[in-house]
Nanobody
Framework: QVELVESGGGLVQAGGSLRLSCAAYGSGFSILVMGWYRQAPGKQREWVGTITPGSSTGYADSVKGRFTISRDNAKNMVYLQMNSLKPEDSAVYYC????????????WGEGTQVTVSS
C-alpha cells in the first residue's frame, strides 16, 4: 500500500513557475513508476508526465519543454517543476504511482490546485 500526498499548488501569474511535490508513504518507492495527471473543471483527467524507477521521463505534448519531473528515491519524493505557466495549465494536479507491470496507476493522491491567472 502506498499513500501519496501532493503539495505546492497555488495561484501564479501566466509566465510564472511552480514546483509541486509528492510525498510517498509506504514501501517500494524506488521501484514504482510515478506520474502526474491533471484535471480541469468540466474536463477529463489527463496525463501530464511520468518518471520511471530509472528516472526516464515522458511528457504530454502540451507540457513538453515547460514541465520537468524528477524524483528523489532517498526521500520518497517526486517533483513537478512547471515553468512558463499558461492559464490553460490551471487544474487540480494529481500524483500517481504504479508498478512497472501495471498499465495504469494503482495509487493516487488527493490532488493540489494550480491556478494560473492571465
Amino acid at each position: 500500500q502506498v499513500e501519496l500526498v501532493e503539495s505546492g499548488g497555488g495561484l501564479v501569474q501566466a509566465g510564472g513557475s511552480l514546483r509541486l511535490s509528492c510525498a510517498a508513504y509506504g514501501s517500494g518507492f524506488s521501484i514504482l513508476v510515478m506520474g502526474w495527471y491533471r484535471q480541469a473543471p468540466g474536463k477529463q483527467r489527463e496525463w501530464v508526465g511520468t518518471i520511471t524507477p530509472g528516472s526516464s521521463t515522458g511528457y504530454a505534448d502540451s507540457v513538453k519543454g515547460r514541465f520537468t519531473i524528477s524524483r528523489d528515491n532517498a526521500k520518497n519524493m517526486v517533483y513537478l517543476q512547471m515553468n512558463s505557466l499558461k492559464p490553460e495549465d490551471s487544474a487540480v494536479y494529481y500524483c500517481s504511482a504504479q508498478s512497472l507491470r501495471d498499465t495504469q496507476p494503482t495509487y493516487w493522491g488527493e490532488g493540489t490546485q494550480v491556478t494560473v491567472s492571465s
